[in-house]
């Protein structure tokens, strides 16, 4: 999957531990790249800039809200692997 071809180890554990619904095989909790305020596909990355030494800051819309969460990365084999994600912001939780 796009997952297990572009997230670290130690992500992909994150987001297999994160799943809490029943599920046969490996699920990954895929929201975690979203806000927790809407549960919609329909979002929109606004920017990506670097802010340190493999860390990207992402700012985005989700179905109406507002986020920012932080990726760090680095190449490996000429791909992109993500090693860690954070929650910086989400708009609803500012309500």
Do not use: P
């Not at 130690?10 to 809407?38: I, N």
């Not at 969460?69 to 929650?87: P, R």
């Amino acid at each position: 999957t796009f997952l297990e071809k572009h997230c670290s180890q130690s992500l992909l554990k994150k987001l297999a531990d994160d799943y809490d619904y029943d599920s046969e095989g490996v699920a990954y909790a895929v929201w975690e790249f979203r806000t927790s305020c809407q549960d919609s596909s329909k979002g929109k990355i606004i920017s990506v800039k670097k802010t340190a030494d493999g860390w990207y800051k992402y700012e985005f819309w989700d179905g109406g809200w507002y986020g920012i969460n932080q990726l760090k990365c680095h190449i490996e084999d000429g791909e992109v692997i993500m090693d860690a994600l954070e929650n910086v912001y989400e708009e609803c939780m500012e309500e």
